[in-house]
């Protein structure tokens, strides 16, 4: 990377060691983490390091974010190639790509990369980031990660998608929501060999079972032709690309006691009705709900909602850890599915996190030999095993709080003004 080392303490695999404990920790400050690290260096009988934590900070700085970025993608993508066949649907690996957003600190940095939200005041609002996530849904493992702004041309989910897109291969089946389901992202996609099955956007088409080719009770396949423009793509690119693009569109009713019975329109470049029924497109499309449920692990359980570093590029390098934690979890999850017999999306994330906790300070110990850590590590999976999903369909829960919050006046007004304010009020008295 062209980055040379003068420190013996923090190399870049010790920072990256510490930088791990420091999101996977309830603690996110970097004094627990420099503090972890003296614990570890003393239990191998080595000196302690200093406490203070600016040597720790600048070795965070000094490393590039490509390296944070490199070994947590490596670890995804080995996970994923190791991936079980029994876990494939269909023996095709498929993938899912969604967004969200996640907010930093307010500096002046982070607002210059990562504007806060137009119709909050200055010093009032957070910036915030929107990140586009591609997994696995075998295994749940994070393949490609991309940053842009909240707003503006250019930064949106369809954008964040075709930059990441590339580590898709022929093959591949790419589950998304309605916002993906455009005629030149589908285009695009089976250039590269890549099927998709997403929910129809209403916004842009309406289904027309009365038209098409019939394979079925609500299931044909239509033409959709290519509209008169398109502005993510240049006047040469777009007299390259075909006139139409043949689709089939299946639709399915969900029907649940006490609620209304609602209508799905699922799309796909699956054309086959005897290799791939309308049940399995709904049954793949429910699967999607498994996106929500990954990123909900890496925002809710690891607390990667509210990031801290006060740099964008600290930030990236922040978000990047804290995938290469989600994925070495999901490899855990994976190697304990593997001896029991089971899939890794039955294995409780926040039962492994909650069991890799309570082994740490026996793995952290390293005076014993190594046939004690691999005896250790058996029982590690053996106990990530035991922490089950249950099989609960159709499952709900009312979105509120039994006990609620601890109340405090919101922030209407800048930080710096109200301490004025108050400093004028004790000036006054």
């Known amino acids: 990377t062209g980055v040379i080392w003068l420190d013996r303490i923090y190399s870049p ?66 996970l994923d190639a190791k991936a079980d066949v029994r876990w494939l649907w269909k023996g095709r690996r498929v993938y899912m790509f969604d967004g969200t957003t996640v907010s930093m600190p307010d500096t002046p940095e982070n607002q210059a990369a990562y504007p806060q939200v137009y119709n909050q005041k200055p010093g009032i609002g957070f910036p915030i980031a929107r990140i586009g996530v591609i997994t696995s849904l075998s295994c749940g493992a994070v393949l490609n990660l991309g940053f842009c702004r909240y707003a503006g041309k250019g930064q949106g989910e369809v954008s964040l998608l075709r930059r990441l897109w590339g580590v898709l291969r022929r093959g591949d089946v790419l589950l998304a929501d309605s916002l993906l389901s455009n005629w030149t992202g589908i285009v695009l996609l ?56 043949t689709i089939r569109e299946a639709r399915f009713r969900v029907e649940q006691p006490g609620f209304r019975t609602k209508t799905v329109v699922v799309v796909t470049t699956l054309l086959d009705p005897v290799e791939t029924t309308k049940e399995d497109l709904a049954c793949l499309y429910r699967a999607r709900w498994n996106n929500e449920l990954d990123l909900r692990s890496i925002k809710s359980t690891m607390k990667m909602d509210v990031l801290r570093c006060k740099t964008p590029d600290l930030v990236h390098k922040e978000v990047w850890t804290h995938i290469l934690a989600y994925n070495l979890i999901r490899t855990i999850m994976a190697q304990a599915a593997t001896k029991h017999g089971v899939e890794p999306r039955t294995i409780s994330f926040k039962g492994t996190l909650q069991t890799l906790e ?63 304010e108050m400093a004028k009020r004790v000036g006054d008295n």
């Open 13 to 78: 695999l010790v920072t990256l060691w510490v930088f791990l404990g420091q999101v996977l920790s309830a603690d996110h400050s970097c004094r627990a983490a420099v503090a972890r690290l003296i614990a570890h260096r003393l239990s191998r009988g080595e000196r302690p390091c200093s406490a203070k934590t600016g040597a720790y900070c600048q070795a965070r700085k000094r490393l590039p974010e490509q390296f944070f970025a490199t070994v947590a993608c490596l670890v995804g993508r080995a």
């Open 190 to 245: 089976q250039e590269q060999g890549v099927d998709l099955v997403s929910r129809l956007n209403k916004a842009h088409r309406k289904a027309d079972f009365r038209r098409g080719k019939r394979l079925g009770h609500d299931d044909h396949i239509v033409i959709w032709h290519k509209p008169t423009s398109i502005r993510s793509v240049d006047r040469g690119t777009y007299h390259s690309l075909p006139k139409y693009v």
């Open 358 to 420: 309570a082994f740490q300070p026996l793995i952290d110990f390293q005076r014993r030999g190594a046939a004690f850590r691999d005896a250790l590590y058996q029982q590690l999976l053996d106990a990530v095993a035991l922490h089950r999903v249950a099989d609960r369909p159709d499952r709900f829960e009312p979105r509120k709080r039994k006990r609620p919050p601890v109340k405090f006046d919101q922030m209407m007004k800048p930080r710096w003004v109200l301490k004025r």
